[in-house]
């Protein structure tokens, strides 16, 4: 069972869609989660830290479910330029925080 | 600032040269990472520095060479490569490990060998 499990998708949502994410992870005692962008042909960039409460950026929720090894990424009034592919990160545990990276799961948003 | 800077952008290479990938940040991290990535896959770990000291080394072959000369800068030193280690080869960095925080990357360096 791979350490960091995501659905590549392409997930294909109209403009203005709501759409989530989720990401399941395999070691119980992971520390940390993030959420990355990454576009064609670029580097990752960090979306959002993934925090026990929950966080909200803008548009952008991102939660965590301790008791089920998920993280979930959900995006509200989809924009065009919310096509891309987010990356699910999940640092170790023991002092080590390594980033484990998923798949990704592949977004475009049509007009 | 929150930049890495890596470079080149773009190089190739025959399989008999010697190249160096650069990385660079200021913004005082002590954790420092090589990652591999190939197209339409996540990006897979290849070393981790941590305090200029090799940490981990993920059963990567020795034509890859990396070596941390200070806490600023990270280079991956390659010999004698193989046509299938063509990808594009990112750089981050992270406050440190056993930290909670996340890591940035560089905009890679996208590797052709021929």
């Known amino acids: 069972r791979k350490e960091v499990e995501q659905d590549p998708g392409p997930f294909n949502v109209p403009e203005g869609a709501t759409v989530a994410f989720n990401c399941t992870y395999s070691n119980s005692a992971s520390q940390s989660f993030f959420w990355y962008r990454q576009d064609c042909r670029k580097e990752p960039k960090l979306l959002m830290s993934?925090?026990?409460s929950g966080n909200e950026d803008g548009r952008f929720t991102a939660q965590l479910n301790r008791a089920s090894q998920y993280i979930s990424l959900l995006i509200r009034d989809s924009k065009l330029s919310d096509s891309a592919t987010y990356l699910c990160v999940v640092g170790g545990t023991g002092g080590s925080y390594i980033p484990t990276f998923g798949r990704g799961t592949s977004l475009i948003v049509h007009p | 600032d929150t930049e890495v800077t890596q470079t080149p952008k773009h190089l190739v290479m025959g399989m008999t040269n010697k190249k160096s990938l650069k990385c660079e940040q200021h913004m005082g991290h002590r954790a420092m990472y090589w990652y591999k990535q190939k197209a339409k896959k996540p990006p897979e770990l290849m070393f981790v520095y941590s305090y200029e000291k090799l940490s981990i080394n993920e059963s990567v072959p020795s034509r890859f060479s990396p070596e941390c000369p200070n806490s600023s800068l990270l280079n991956l030193h390659l010999h004698a490569l193989q046509p299938e280690d063509s990808a594009l080869y990112l750089c981050?960095?992270?406050?440190?490990?056993?930290?909670?925080?996340?890591?940035?990357f560089g905009q890679g360096t996208r590797l052709t060998v021929v």
């Open positions: 981050a960095s992270s406050l440190s490990r056993g930290q909670r925080t996340e890591a940035f």
């Open positions: 993934v925090y026990s």
